[in-house]
């Protein structure tokens, strides 16, 4: 079963950690290939030629790309590969579900980037704007155990592996996301608990190293 | 507010027009109340406090925002008629990316081609003819993107047609010139009647695109 599941990787990416969650998640065994993103191989460049980016998943040679549709891809495929169905049967609760996700891909990831990536006024405003939308993620939470409800979900999926840049943005944005954020805090350390995900995140640390390289390397250029 | 459907839209919002083809497709009955997104109503910011933004499909009273996420809602509420996305899930993952590409490339290269002038504008229009081509290499043969029917990726893309106009006025070329198979699609599609009901007038599109860049400072 291996050889017909492909994921093209790159450890540090929070897009490709969704996948390797969703994976988990269902106990599917897949081969895992490291992809260099300064030399990127062949085989990428072929399975995505409109993007050329990670995460891609070959099933049986053929590729699906970005993360939240290949996810939702591994959901409708292995529906009965687990007691967990990451998406909600009910139409309005998937469109809730969707919401969310899109969220984190609009807002999360931006400004996060700016956080550990910017300095000055930049750094400042993308450091307010990312308090405010980690508090609108804590009210979606709500007192629910997971964006899901009682059960680990899609919107978790998406979200978690950002949990791997706190470390950085404390550290370059100068706050505290537990003071901001209990609830949401709380929420990581009870995703951390699900094996599927502390094997799929790279250390907080490493990751805050990877992510100084690569702003060392931008203001270099 | 109970029960029904309602959609708070803004006439020449390629956005909204997505999901009143949707609608249309499943000729689903609904009331469509137009914004002044200038001077947002408190049901607008009531029902997507998130993003404020249009449009917002409401359906008995619960709110579902994000076009692409309203016509996959739609596509599985009213399952039995008009199928938008198809059934097999390789298939679907491809439409879903396509409709993607659309929402990560077309409006943003669209706006830098009447946003912008001069060299600026040269290489928004490369960049944008550049995004069709690849979506005419997707269609291939096919009469539609969903292949012999009108599907999900059909009703992401035909919205921005409308605005074809405006933009080669703003910059000076024919989108037909360089992606004929893609304006065939585009004309092939206006005889649906749900498509042709929910586009704007191209005219209509290209005066109020003047009157942004007034707005905007541009000349």
């Not at chain 2, 999901?19 to 497709?25: D, F, G, N, P, T």
Request: glycine letters at 6%; a negative charge; proline letters at 5%.
């Amino acid at each position: 079963m291996a050889d017909e599941l492909v994921l093209l990787d790159f450890w540090h990416s929070p897009f490709a950690m969704r996948v390797r969650i969703a994976l988990a998640e269902k106990g599917i065994e897949y081969e895992s290939r490291e992809e260099d993103l300064s030399n990127k191989s062949s085989l990428l460049l072929k399975m995505n030629p409109v993007y050329k980016q990670i995460p891609v998943l070959i099933h049986r040679g053929r590729p699906v790309c970005e993360s939240l549709i290949i996810v939702e891809y591994i959901d409708e495929v292995w529906p009965h590969k687990s007691p967990l169905r990451l998406l909600p049967s009910s139409p309005y609760d998937k469109a809730n579900a969707m919401f969310w996700a899109d969220y984190v891909d609009k807002k999360i990831y931006p400004s996060g980037k700016l956080v550990w990536g910017a300095t000055g006024e930049v750094q400042e405003a993308a450091k307010k704007e990312m308090i405010e939308n980690l508090k609108e993620l804590e009210g979606e939470l709500g007192d629910k155990p997971y964006f899901g409800g009682e059960s680990f979900g899609f919107t978790d999926v998406a979200l978690i592996p950002f949990y791997t840049w706190f470390y950085a943005l404390e550290t370059c944005g100068d706050f505290s996301i537990i003071e901001e954020c209990p609830k949401l805090v709380a929420w990581t350390k009870r995703c951390m608990q699900r094996e599927s995900v502390s094997k799929s995140l790279p250390d907080q640390y490493k990751v805050y190293c990877f992510l100084m390289e690569l702003k060392n390397k931008f203001e270099a250029k | 507010m109970e029960g029904g459907v309602v959609l708070l839209d803004f006439w020449p919002s390629m956005f909204g027009m997505r999901v009143r083809i949707a609608l249309a497709e499943k000729e689903i009955k609904y009331e469509y109340i137009e914004q002044d997104l200038r001077n947002k109503s408190d049901l607008l910011l009531q029902m997507n406090p998130v993003h404020k933004k249009i449009p917002v499909l409401v359906h008995n009273g619960k709110p579902i925002c994000e076009s692409l996420v309203q016509v996959q809602y739609i596509d599985e509420v009213w399952k039995n008629q008009a199928p938008l996305l198809p059934a097999d899930p390789y298939k679907r993952a491809t439409a879903r990316f396509w409709a993607d590409f659309v929402d990560k490339k077309m409006y943003d290269s669209g706006s830098r081609v009447w946003k912008t002038k001069g060299e600026e504008q040269e290489a928004a229009k490369k960049e944008f003819i550049g995004n069709l081509k690849l979506l005419e290499g997707e269609l291939g043969d096919n009469l539609y993107f969903g292949g012999d029917g009108f599907g999900y990726v059909d009703v992401a893309l035909v919205p921005f047609y409308c605005w074809f106009y405006a933009y080669e006025q703003c910059g000076n070329f024919s989108i037909e010139a360089e992606c004929p198979k893609l304006i065939a699609w585009a004309k092939r599609c206006m005889q649906k009647e749900s498509v042709a009901k929910s586009l704007a007038d191209p005219e209509k599109v290209y005066g109020f695109l003047l009157q942004l860049k007034k707005a905007y400072g541009i000349e």
